[in-house]
């Protein structure tokens, strides 16, 4: 934390009033007050144009901020901080690749790169508790995601909730605006010769070909 020695008691400056709790919730000026959009306007106007005095500018190459960055902010938590502020921390120092770290690319394909915590959401400022890993990695490594998986197979074995949601995936699918995204997403898929060697393989498994099977009995008998 920077150093607050110097302020006197009841100190009525932003920072203490922060730090007392004074200027939080129902205790701010604003609290409940919502400006009009005339007023929103005015402002916007009157900052149009304005460059803040800190763009471009980090502890390395400037005194003053320097002086307000990391524990010398006034806001600096430390290992109280909440789970985004860790993310954020933990990503200026650790950059993004552009390879899942977990499967290297064979699972989940190094689709949206997510930062996930290695600790069980033990969260430290060690950023080798961190890795960087698809979502489909994240999910499947994530506890969390465990969760979520056993939460969704009970509310599936709810005859109302499955039929409102197999209604709900129905009317989406009909869509035209639907229908012409996955169809563009099918066309640029099939361009990658790994993707269209995979799918034909699939295709031409006696499994695959059971299932379709069972598929156009079902609906052949409902017709």
């Given at each position: 934390?920077?150093?607050?020695?110097?302020?006197?008691?009841?100190?009525?400056?932003?920072?203490?009033?922060?730090?007392?709790?004074?200027?939080?919730?129902?205790?701010?000026?604003?609290?409940?007050?919502?400006?009009?959009?005339?007023?929103?306007?005015?402002i916007s106007k009157a900052k149009q144009g304005d460059i803040p005095w800190n763009k471009g500018l980090t502890k390395d190459i400037d005194e003053r901020v320097k002086k307000f960055s990391g524990k010398n902010?006034?806001?600096?938590?430390?290992?109280?901080?909440?789970?985004?502020?860790?993310?954020?921390?933990?990503?200026?120092?650790?950059?993004?690749?552009?390879?899942?770290?977990?499967?290297?690319?064979?699972?989940?394909?190094?689709?949206?790169?997510?930062?996930?915590?290695?600790?069980?959401?033990?969260?430290?400022?060690?950023?080798?508790?961190?890795?960087?890993?698809?979502?489909?990695?994240?999910?499947?490594?994530?506890?969390?995601?465990?969760?979520?998986?056993?939460?969704?197979?009970?509310?599936?074995?709810?005859?109302?909730?499955?039929?409102?949601?197999?209604?709900?995936?129905?009317?989406?699918?009909?869509?035209?605006?639907?229908?012409?995204?996955?169809?563009?997403?099918?066309?640029?898929?099939?361009?990658?010769?790994?993707?269209?060697?995979?799918?034909?393989?699939?295709?031409?498994?006696?499994?695959?070909?059971q299932k379709q099977a069972i598929s156009q009995k079902k609906r052949w008998s409902k017709k």
């Amino acid at each position: 934390m920077s150093d607050l020695s110097w302020h006197k008691p009841n100190c009525p400056c932003g920072v203490c009033k922060a730090k007392r709790g004074e200027s939080k919730g129902i205790n701010s000026p604003h609290y409940g007050k919502q400006r009009t959009i005339e007023t929103r306007l005015k402002i916007s106007k009157a900052k149009q144009g304005d460059i803040p005095w800190n763009k471009g500018l980090t502890k390395d190459i400037d005194e003053r901020v320097k002086k307000f960055s990391g524990k010398n902010s006034p806001v600096w938590k430390g290992d109280d901080a909440c789970e985004r502020a860790f993310h954020t921390w933990i990503t200026n120092q650790k950059p993004k690749p552009s390879v899942c770290q977990i499967c290297k690319g064979t699972f989940c394909d190094n689709k949206n790169i997510e930062l996930i915590n290695l600790k069980n959401h033990i969260y430290t400022r060690n950023p080798d508790d961190y890795t960087w890993a698809g979502h489909k990695c994240h999910f499947t490594f994530d506890e969390h995601g465990e969760k979520i998986k056993k939460i969704m197979k009970e509310k599936w074995n709810d005859t109302e909730y499955r039929n409102k949601r197999v209604d709900e995936i129905r009317k989406r699918s009909q869509k035209p605006e639907f229908k012409q995204k996955i169809s563009d997403i099918r066309k640029e898929n099939w361009k990658n010769l790994e993707y269209r060697n995979k799918m034909l393989a699939i295709m031409r498994s006696e499994d695959y070909k059971q299932k379709q099977a069972i598929s156009q009995k079902k609906r052949w008998s409902k017709k």
